[in-house]
């Protein structure tokens, strides 16, 4: 052994993709004499340690059997004493619950120096996976990366994290998710959050479960997701829902192409002073697994012309608002009626009619065109969403809308 070049190392191994492995972090492993390795850790990475390494295995995963922390600590620090060099390897990032602070501790109590070499951890690689970005400046000013496990250090404070309004990421949270989203919906977290939970990130074996916050357990369930696996829920959740299994493995084909064509016209009914941000989070939503892409026109009564977070959101994304008056969406139909909607302005519906009758015009501007809904009224954070197209462009299950001729005056 090399009892003058005796060295520690901290190692983050990333989230399960050889590939998102750091340079230094392989440069690391090829010159351990001894390799501790955490249970999440993608075996394929051990390539990159000296054939010579002794390879010790010292899992740490709930629910599971796993090696006592002091347990691990003896290992290192007798391999260490006895002049063998020891890369203590982790899933992720050593200091993102990884308990790489409580094993830097040690070693350095004992007077050992250690080198701390980062790893990208599931909580940001897995959500990118989806397109999901945890912060963005519409959506979320922050994010929280937060443990769902419950024990040792106490339950999280869900009403508080709820009240941040920042993405929260929430690493070993499987067992006990349906507690978890009933106390945030219990701190008034809006039914409607989108949600995501992606189970072995980055690996061929992924999969992934998007849903509103009301039905995000139980959709899980359904799925048969498990450990491990890294929970998004916030608004940021909603950039996963227009991507594809296709998109997600690189592959392009003429039917995607397709859809990139705007063949959308979005209605939306919005109280007064609504943000931007909610108003995206309300379209991304509602949208599905259409794009956000196909986004022809926005549409929405006259009365909110000057509504401006409806402004900025057209504005940001260079898309046309159409106004109709409350005439034109009178003759309109609607499938979702709202007593609200009427009592306010005097009709059934503003974001279904609305929706039909911005598609009735995309198409051609001098002749009439059938337009069906593709997604009916949805809400999220008081605002409502309907998606409509040309019945030509896209299916439907409502009976076609027939606009009276484009000269006729319905003001």
Same mark, same amino acid.
């Given at each position: ?9 901290? =190692? ?17 492993? !090829?010159?351990?004499?001894?390799? @501790? ?20 295995? &010292?899992?740490?995963? /709930? ?14 620090? /007798? ?26 501790? $040690? ?12 790893? =990208? ?10 397109? =999901? !970005? ?17 024990? /040792? ?7 508080? @994290? ?32 989108? %949600? +995501? ?23 899980? &369930?359904? $799925? ?45 009914? %919005?109280?007064? *002073? ?10 991304? +939503? ?9 986004? *022809?026109? =926005? ?14 959101? %057209? ?5 046309? @608002? ?31 009619? %609305? ?7 995309? &198409? ?6 059938? $337009? ?8 999220? +954070? /008081? ?5 409509? !197209? +040309? ?21």
């Amino acid at each position: 052994m090399h009892a003058a070049m005796t060295r520690a190392w901290l =190692i983050g191994a990333g989230p399960g993709d050889v590939e998102l492995m750091t340079l230094k972090a392989t440069r690391a492993l !090829a010159q351990a004499d001894v390799v @501790l390795v955490d249970d999440l850790v993608n075996p394929d990475v051990l390539q990159f340690a000296s054939a010579n390494a002794q390879v010790v295995y &010292v899992g740490k995963r /709930g629910g599971h059997p796993s090696t006592p922390q002091a347990d691990i600590v003896a290992q290192m620090l /007798g391999h260490l004493r006895a002049g063998r060099s020891v890369a203590r390897l982790k899933g992720g990032d050593p200091f993102v619950f990884g308990r790489g602070g409580e094993e830097l501790q $040690a070693l350095q109590a004992a007077g050992i120096e250690v080198d701390v070499i980062n790893g =990208i951890t599931a909580g940001i690689a897995a959500p990118a996976t989806l397109g =999901i !970005a945890v912060t963005h400046r519409d959506y979320a000013q922050g994010v929280v990366f937060v443990t769902g496990h419950g024990a /040792g250090g106490g339950e999280p404070d869900w009403a508080a @994290l709820a009240a941040t309004r920042m993405t929260l990421v929430i690493y070993m949270g499987m067992r006990r998710l349906g507690e978890i989203v009933g106390a945030l919906l219990a701190a008034g977290m809006s039914a409607d959050t989108p %949600c +995501a939970a992606i189970e072995s990130a980055t690996r061929p074996e992924q999969r992934h479960v998007l849903a509103p916050l009301r039905e995000f357990a139980e959709a899980v &369930v359904r $799925a048969g997701l498990g450990s491990p696996a890294i929970v998004v829920i916030g608004g940021v959740a909603s950039f996963a829902l227009a991507r594809d299994a296709a998109k997600r493995d690189g592959r392009v084909d003429h039917e995607q192409a397709a859809s990139a064509i705007k063949t959308l016209s979005v209605g939306i009914g %919005c109280r007064l *002073h609504s943000d931007a941000a909610d108003i995206e989070a309300a379209v991304r +939503a509602a949208l599905g697994s259409n794009a956000f892409e196909q986004i *022809h026109t =926005i549409a929405t009564i006259d009365a909110k012309a000057n509504e401006a977070g409806l402004l900025e959101f %057209c504005s940001r994304h260079q898309l046309p @608002l159409q106004l109709f008056s409350r005439e034109q969406i009178a003759a309109a139909p609607v499938a979702s009626p709202s007593a609200a909607a009427r009592a306010h302005l005097g009709v059934d519906g503003v974001c279904e009619p %609305c929706a039909l009758l911005a598609a009735a015009a995309s &198409v051609c501007a001098t002749i009439a065109q059938n $337009a069906r809904l593709v997604v009916h009224k949805t809400t999220h +954070a /008081g605002i409502t969403v309907a998606i409509a !197209a +040309a019945s030509d462009s896209a299916p439907g299950d409502v009976a076609p809308f027939h606009p009276a001729p484009q000269d006729q005056d319905l003001r």
